[in-house]
Protein backbone atom coordinates (compact mmCIF):
# COMPACT_ATOMS: atom_id res chain seq x y z
CA UNK A 1 0.00 0.00 0.00
CA UNK A 2 1.01 3.61 -0.13
CA UNK A 3 1.71 6.11 2.87
CA UNK A 4 -0.59 9.13 2.13
CA UNK A 5 -0.67 12.60 4.09
CA UNK A 6 -2.88 15.33 4.31
CA UNK A 7 -2.82 19.01 5.45
CA UNK A 8 -4.55 20.31 7.60
CA UNK A 9 -5.63 17.21 9.32
CA UNK A 10 -8.68 19.55 11.07
CA UNK A 11 -9.62 23.46 10.31
CA UNK A 12 -12.57 25.62 11.33
CA UNK A 13 -12.94 28.01 8.63
CA UNK A 14 -16.22 30.83 8.51
CA UNK A 15 -18.23 30.92 6.05
CA UNK A 16 -17.15 32.60 2.90
CA UNK A 17 -13.90 31.78 3.16
CA UNK A 18 -11.97 28.55 0.92
CA UNK A 19 -9.68 26.08 2.39
CA UNK A 20 -7.19 24.04 0.20
CA UNK A 21 -6.09 20.92 1.12
CA UNK A 22 -2.80 18.82 0.74
CA UNK A 23 -2.54 15.38 -0.78
CA UNK A 24 1.14 13.66 -0.61
CA UNK A 25 1.85 10.26 -1.89
CA UNK A 26 4.94 8.34 -1.17
CA UNK A 27 5.24 6.98 -4.37
CA UNK A 28 4.03 8.25 -8.05
CA UNK A 29 0.24 7.12 -8.50
CA UNK A 30 -1.51 7.51 -11.39
CA UNK A 31 -5.28 8.51 -10.13
CA UNK A 32 -5.82 9.97 -7.10
CA UNK A 33 -9.46 10.59 -5.50
CA UNK A 34 -11.07 12.99 -3.37
CA UNK A 35 -14.04 11.63 -1.64
CA UNK A 36 -16.63 13.91 1.10
CA UNK A 37 -17.67 11.98 4.28
CA UNK A 38 -20.34 13.85 5.76
CA UNK A 39 -21.02 13.24 9.53
CA UNK A 40 -21.97 9.50 10.04
CA UNK A 41 -22.29 9.15 6.12
CA UNK A 42 -20.46 6.97 4.10
CA UNK A 43 -18.18 8.68 1.26
CA UNK A 44 -18.97 10.29 -1.49
CA UNK A 45 -16.28 10.80 -4.71
CA UNK A 46 -16.40 14.34 -5.68
CA UNK A 47 -13.51 14.19 -8.54
CA UNK A 48 -10.90 11.84 -9.70
CA UNK A 49 -7.40 13.53 -10.49
CA UNK A 50 -5.32 12.58 -13.01
CA UNK A 51 -1.74 14.24 -13.41
CA UNK A 52 -1.49 16.41 -16.54
CA UNK A 53 -5.47 16.85 -16.97
CA UNK A 54 -9.00 18.16 -15.51
CA UNK A 55 -10.26 16.51 -12.64
CA UNK A 56 -13.34 15.00 -13.71
CA UNK A 57 -16.07 15.64 -11.14
CA UNK A 58 -19.17 13.36 -10.22
CA UNK A 59 -22.65 14.34 -10.43
CA UNK A 60 -23.43 17.12 -7.84
CA UNK A 61 -19.66 18.79 -7.67
CA UNK A 62 -18.65 21.20 -9.79
CA UNK A 63 -15.38 22.60 -10.08
CA UNK A 64 -15.97 26.07 -9.29
CA UNK A 65 -16.83 25.05 -5.84
CA UNK A 66 -14.47 22.11 -5.56
CA UNK A 67 -11.17 23.20 -7.55
CA UNK A 68 -8.81 20.39 -8.19
CA UNK A 69 -5.13 20.45 -8.90
CA UNK A 70 -3.06 17.62 -9.53
CA UNK A 71 0.66 19.44 -10.60
CA UNK A 72 2.61 15.79 -10.41
CA UNK A 73 2.11 12.25 -9.63
CA UNK A 74 2.50 12.45 -6.27
CA UNK A 75 0.41 15.66 -4.97
CA UNK A 76 -2.83 16.96 -5.16
CA UNK A 77 -5.09 19.79 -3.68
CA UNK A 78 -8.30 20.06 -2.99
CA UNK A 79 -10.07 23.74 -2.62
CA UNK A 80 -13.34 23.97 -0.45
CA UNK A 81 -14.09 27.76 -1.85
CA UNK A 82 -17.09 30.09 -0.59
CA UNK A 83 -17.64 27.36 2.13
CA UNK A 84 -20.92 27.63 4.27
CA UNK A 85 -21.85 25.12 6.92
CA UNK A 86 -23.14 22.50 4.91
CA UNK A 87 -19.26 21.63 3.56
CA UNK A 88 -18.88 20.38 7.28
CA UNK A 89 -17.44 17.29 6.46
CA UNK A 90 -14.03 15.24 6.56
CA UNK A 91 -12.54 15.28 2.97
CA UNK A 92 -10.28 12.35 2.16
CA UNK A 93 -7.96 11.52 -0.46
CA UNK A 94 -7.08 8.78 -1.76
CA UNK A 95 -5.29 6.32 -4.20
CA UNK A 96 -4.77 3.30 -6.16
CA UNK A 97 -1.92 1.18 -5.04
CA UNK A 98 -1.94 -3.12 -4.34
CA UNK A 99 -0.71 -5.66 -6.36
CA UNK A 100 -2.86 -5.28 -9.33
CA UNK A 101 -3.69 -1.36 -8.32
CA UNK A 102 -7.33 -1.49 -7.83
CA UNK A 103 -7.54 -1.02 -4.68
CA UNK A 104 -7.57 2.38 -3.30
CA UNK A 105 -6.04 3.53 0.23
CA UNK A 106 -7.03 6.40 2.03
CA UNK A 107 -5.30 9.39 3.56
CA UNK A 108 -6.05 10.60 7.20
CA UNK A 109 -8.93 12.75 6.15
CA UNK A 110 -9.08 16.42 6.84
CA UNK A 111 -12.28 17.74 9.24
CA UNK A 112 -13.43 20.84 7.91
CA UNK A 113 -15.98 22.49 10.30
CA UNK A 114 -17.52 25.86 8.64
CA UNK A 115 -19.20 28.78 11.14
CA UNK B 1 -24.67 4.57 -12.42
CA UNK B 2 -23.95 1.66 -9.52
CA UNK B 3 -25.96 1.39 -6.65
CA UNK B 4 -25.05 -0.14 -3.31
CA UNK B 5 -27.04 -1.25 -0.36
CA UNK B 6 -25.57 -2.46 2.47
CA UNK B 7 -28.02 -4.18 5.63
CA UNK B 8 -27.92 -3.95 8.95
CA UNK B 9 -27.22 -0.14 9.32
CA UNK B 10 -26.35 -0.88 13.15
CA UNK B 11 -25.32 -4.35 14.08
CA UNK B 12 -24.80 -5.05 17.99
CA UNK B 13 -23.30 -8.95 18.87
CA UNK B 14 -22.28 -10.34 22.13
CA UNK B 15 -18.13 -10.77 21.94
CA UNK B 16 -17.04 -14.39 20.46
CA UNK B 17 -20.09 -14.52 18.19
CA UNK B 18 -20.40 -13.66 14.55
CA UNK B 19 -21.45 -10.88 12.40
CA UNK B 20 -22.69 -10.79 9.37
CA UNK B 21 -22.99 -7.82 7.18
CA UNK B 22 -25.14 -7.90 3.92
CA UNK B 23 -24.54 -5.56 0.57
CA UNK B 24 -26.08 -5.25 -2.90
CA UNK B 25 -24.97 -4.06 -6.26
CA UNK B 26 -26.75 -2.94 -8.98
CA UNK B 27 -24.26 -2.81 -11.61
CA UNK B 28 -23.53 -6.21 -13.21
CA UNK B 29 -20.19 -4.70 -14.84
CA UNK B 30 -18.88 -4.24 -10.93
CA UNK B 31 -15.63 -6.78 -10.95
CA UNK B 32 -14.28 -5.84 -7.49
CA UNK B 33 -15.84 -5.87 -4.04
CA UNK B 34 -13.63 -4.21 -1.24
CA UNK B 35 -14.33 -3.96 2.78
CA UNK B 36 -13.07 -1.36 4.80
CA UNK B 37 -12.95 -1.00 8.23
CA UNK B 38 -13.30 2.44 9.95
CA UNK B 39 -12.72 3.43 13.82
CA UNK B 40 -14.07 6.28 15.31
CA UNK B 41 -11.92 9.30 13.97
CA UNK B 42 -9.74 7.11 11.73
CA UNK B 43 -9.53 6.60 7.47
CA UNK B 44 -11.20 3.70 6.15
CA UNK B 45 -8.82 0.77 5.96
CA UNK B 46 -9.34 -2.04 3.66
CA UNK B 47 -9.86 -5.25 5.90
CA UNK B 48 -10.87 -7.60 2.99
CA UNK B 49 -11.62 -7.61 -1.02
CA UNK B 50 -12.78 -10.02 -3.42
CA UNK B 51 -13.00 -10.08 -7.06
CA UNK B 52 -15.99 -11.06 -9.46
CA UNK B 53 -14.06 -14.17 -10.70
CA UNK B 54 -14.02 -15.52 -6.98
CA UNK B 55 -16.90 -16.88 -5.03
CA UNK B 56 -15.26 -16.78 -1.65
CA UNK B 57 -12.44 -15.18 0.24
CA UNK B 58 -11.36 -15.85 3.85
CA UNK B 59 -8.49 -14.21 6.27
CA UNK B 60 -8.48 -15.47 9.29
CA UNK B 61 -11.75 -14.26 10.86
CA UNK B 62 -12.88 -12.55 8.15
CA UNK B 63 -14.12 -14.11 5.46
CA UNK B 64 -16.42 -12.48 2.13
CA UNK B 65 -18.76 -13.91 0.05
CA UNK B 66 -20.33 -13.09 -3.00
CA UNK B 67 -23.10 -14.36 -5.47
CA UNK B 68 -22.43 -12.83 -8.92
CA UNK B 69 -25.89 -13.77 -9.86
CA UNK B 70 -27.75 -12.59 -7.26
CA UNK B 71 -25.57 -8.95 -7.15
CA UNK B 72 -24.77 -10.07 -3.20
CA UNK B 73 -21.59 -9.80 -1.44
CA UNK B 74 -21.59 -10.45 2.24
CA UNK B 75 -18.76 -9.99 5.03
CA UNK B 76 -18.69 -12.29 7.62
CA UNK B 77 -16.82 -12.36 11.36
CA UNK B 78 -16.60 -15.09 13.24
CA UNK B 79 -15.32 -15.00 17.11
CA UNK B 80 -15.76 -11.43 17.50
CA UNK B 81 -13.60 -8.99 19.50
CA UNK B 82 -14.40 -5.45 21.23
CA UNK B 83 -11.57 -4.18 19.00
CA UNK B 84 -13.55 -5.50 15.82
CA UNK B 85 -16.08 -2.43 17.05
CA UNK B 86 -16.21 0.21 13.96
CA UNK B 87 -18.32 1.13 10.93
CA UNK B 88 -17.90 -0.72 8.61
CA UNK B 89 -18.03 -0.48 4.61
CA UNK B 90 -18.66 -2.33 1.53
CA UNK B 91 -18.27 -0.86 -2.06
CA UNK B 92 -18.86 -2.07 -5.77
CA UNK B 93 -15.60 -1.45 -7.76
CA UNK B 94 -15.98 -1.06 -11.78
CA UNK B 95 -13.23 -0.76 -14.70
CA UNK B 96 -13.62 3.02 -15.67
CA UNK B 97 -11.44 4.74 -18.08
CA UNK B 98 -8.55 2.90 -16.93
CA UNK B 99 -9.04 3.03 -13.06
CA UNK B 100 -11.28 1.76 -10.56
CA UNK B 101 -14.52 3.44 -9.77
CA UNK B 102 -15.75 2.77 -6.37
CA UNK B 103 -19.35 2.74 -5.34
CA UNK B 104 -19.39 2.53 -1.19
CA UNK B 105 -22.55 1.18 0.82
CA UNK B 106 -23.61 3.40 3.42
CA UNK B 107 -22.29 1.67 6.37
CA UNK B 108 -22.70 -1.08 9.01
CA UNK B 109 -22.26 0.26 12.74
CA UNK B 110 -20.71 -2.79 14.57
CA UNK B 111 -20.84 -2.84 18.50
CA UNK B 112 -19.04 -6.21 20.56
CA UNK B 113 -20.53 -6.53 23.58
CA UNK B 114 -16.90 -7.69 25.97
Known amino acids: SAVISQKPSRDICQRGTSLTIQCQVD?????MFWYRQQPGQSLTLIAT?????????ESGFVIDKFPISRPNLTFSTLTVSNMSPEDSSIYLC????????????FGPGTRLTVL | GENVEQHPSTLSVQEGDSAVIKCTYS??????FPWYKQELGKRPQLIID?????GEKKDQRIAVTLNKTAKHFSLHITETQPEDSAVYFC?????????????FGTGTKLQVIP
Open chain 1, 94 to 105: SVEAGQVSDTQY
Open chain 1, 27 to 31: SQVTM
Open chain 1, 49 to 57: ANQGSEATY
Open chain 2, 27 to 32: DSASNY
Open chain 2, 50 to 54: IRSNV
Open chain 2, 91 to 103: AASISSGGYQKVT
